[in-house]
């Protein structure tokens, strides 16, 4: 075989191999039928019934409270926000990328830019307050806030994050 051909068939088994990579990876999330508000109460409820605590840095207390945080936000504003430029450029790349996989990974220690720090709590109140900002963000018939990260939102895209962000934390539950 000549050297010409070797690399073209290198090069062509190569962009195969990307791609069906790249396939296999972004498949391999949640149903994005099932990025509900009530699925994602029913999830949450049947995890708080269970023995269950948290490995990685926060506590239960402080997991719940920084999903309530995020949903609260998207009705009353985020704090601090990400340049618009990064906001219609990766933040929109990864946000796209996330739904149609239908999961979120992020780092699930660091706090809402500007958020209040969470303190230890107590896992009963932060677990109400988190089934409340989900309530109302169900029921919410205002105006949506930008996304510190992605920007502007619908309705519908922000119970795909909302529930996406809750569903990459409950995987740090033991």
Known sequence: MNRRKLIKNTLL?????????????????????????EQATIDLQSI???????????????IFNHLAQSIEYSMTGYPEHKSDAFK???????FSVFAIRGKMNHDLIEPIPGAPALGAGNKLMAFSRL?????????F?????????????????YTVAHVMHINNHLEVLV
């Open 131 to 139: 089934l409340t900002a989900l309530n109302d963000f169900k029921n």
């Open 88 to 94: 219609s450029t990766l933040g929109q790349s990864a």
């Open 13 to 37: 088994l190569g962009t195969i191999g990307l791609a069906g990579g790249t396939s296999a990876w972004l498949l391999n999330g949640y149903d994005v039928q099932k990025l509900t508000i």
């Open 141 to 157: 018939q205002g105006s949506l806030q930008p996304h510190f990260a992605y920007g502007e939102l619908t309705h519908q895209q």
């Open 48 to 62: 708080y019934l269970l023995p269950v605590k948290a490995e990685g840095g926060w506590n239960l207390s402080q």
